[in-house]
């Protein structure tokens, strides 16, 4: 069990992770490049499995095929749709079908220095009783988030207890928090309430999740009424932050000032963002101006920007810089050295997605900074939305996702395999 007092992250690391930071010289930054490091953790068969997979992934046909008819196959259980699934994205990209069966998954990362953040990846619900059983699910991952030390938090998708029409309908106010009774806002405030409620007493993180932009105001005012609540003393709401929206620097100089005038801690997610399609086409359709932006640059001088800016007041901000950009990670990690700041500052982190990008997460680790994993979960029906992302962003053969093929092609390379 957790201890209930004191910081709520300490980051205690495997034995053997220990040695070998122990070895590390203090002044080297990690080598992304490593595959040996990357990969130690796959055995042969492993690594040959994965490397198809990824092979496979980088065909457009074979992932516009799995994002259409796959997801139909799943749906209407034709045979064999499931287990085909099973056994080649949802491997990779998912821990299990609950928590508790990501138990190994969670246990090897610890092993190698990196906690993991529960995350169950089903869509929002649109019923009330899907809502009460979305809260249901999200008690019982922050319950065993406090129970167990490799686990630093819980993710919330805010839709999941709200019903979305609501938060829509709310977005375009300044919400009065004191006049909610019987009103469905009211509702999914106590079922939010009782997950943050539960964090602080379990010393768990709770992680709630950006959406879009027509309901993301409404979400921004219930997160920071979240953090003011529970973060008087330690960061336990995180709320998060898209940078492909060109509002978004701004928002968080502004969010940190509020959070310093009303004297919590600020806990935030760094990400570039997962709705810009979605976005686009919603402006375009109503004639608004668009919240993203202009271009991708843009996006990553932001993002940098943003993190350059948790650093410059890491005793005020705890944050993730939830990336699977090696450029972005390597300027945050370059500044960190020449700014004498510790690698396992208590409030800065990093983190990735369960199955992706390797060479950054285990080598953060290995090099002695503070790094988790989403370990995403859920049955396979509900977390194939999910999966049909993960597999289209890897269908790309630059940049990132191209990336994690070529470090399989070396790795299986220097084995002789």
Not at 145 to 166: N, Y
Not at 274 to 284: H, I, L, R, S
Not at 309 to 331: D, F, G, K, P
Request: glycine share 8%; with cysteine; proline share 3%.
């Amino acid at each position: 069990m957790k201890s209930s007092s004191g910081p709520v992250r300490q980051f205690p690391l495997a034995e053997q992770a220990r040695k070998d930071f122990a070895a590390l010289s203090g002044d080297r930054l990690p080598d992304f490049s490593n595959t040996e490091l990357t990969f130690r953790h796959l055995s042969d068969q492993r690594l040959l499995g994965t490397r198809r997979l990824f092979r496979l992934m980088g065909n457009p046909y074979l992932t516009r095929l799995m994002g259409s008819a796959g997801m139909r196959a799943v749906e209407w259980s034709l045979p064999g749709a499931e287990w085909m699934v099973r056994n080649t994205v949802y491997k990779q990209f998912v821990g299990g079908t609950h928590f508790e069966d990501a138990k190994e998954s969670i246990a090897q990362l610890a092993k190698r220095g990196v906690h993991s953040i529960l995350d169950f990846g089903a869509e929002g619900k649109e019923t009330q009783a899907g809502m009460d059983a979305s809260l249901d699910e999200a008690l019982r991952a922050t319950e065993f988030g406090g129970e167990t030390e490799a686990v630093i938090g819980s993710v919330v998708k805010l839709t999941s207890l709200f019903p979305f029409e609501i938060l829509e309908k709310y977005n375009d106010t300044v919400i009065d928090f004191e006049n909610l009774a019987g009103t469905d806002l009211e509702r999914g405030m106590k079922r939010l309430d009782r997950v943050c409620r539960l964090g602080r007493d379990r010393r768990c993180e709770v992680y709630l999740d950006a959406e879009e932009s027509w309901i993301q105001s409404a979400i921004d005012q219930i997160a920071e009424v979240m953090m003011e609540r529970y973060n008087g003393d330690a960061a336990i709401v995180f709320t998060t932050c898209q940078f492909y929206r060109h509002d978004r620097l701004e928002y968080l100089k502004s969010l940190h000032q509020r959070a310093r005038r009303k004297g919590y801690v600020l806990a935030l997610k760094l990400v570039r963002g997962a709705y810009m399609n979605k976005e686009a086409k919603y402006a375009d359709k109503r004639g608004l101006p668009t919240p993203i932006q202009p271009d991708l640059a843009s996006t990553h001088r932001d993002f940098n920007a943003a993190a350059a800016y948790c650093l410059a007041h890491r005793e005020e901000i705890a944050y993730c810089v939830a990336s699977h950009n090696e450029e972005s990670i390597t300027r945050q990690l370059t500044t960190m050295q020449q700014e004498g700041v510790a690698r396992n500052h208590p409030n800065i982190r990093f983190s990735q997605l369960l199955g992706m990008s390797d060479n950054l997460t285990f080598n953060l680790a290995e090099g002695g900074y503070n790094v988790s994993k989403y370990m995403v979960y859920g049955p396979v029906k509900e977390v194939l939305p999910y999966l049909v992302r993960r597999a289209q962003e890897n269908t790309s053969v630059t940049g990132e996702a191209g990336r994690e093929l070529r470090m399989l092609d070396e790795e299986v390379s220097r084995r002789g395999l």
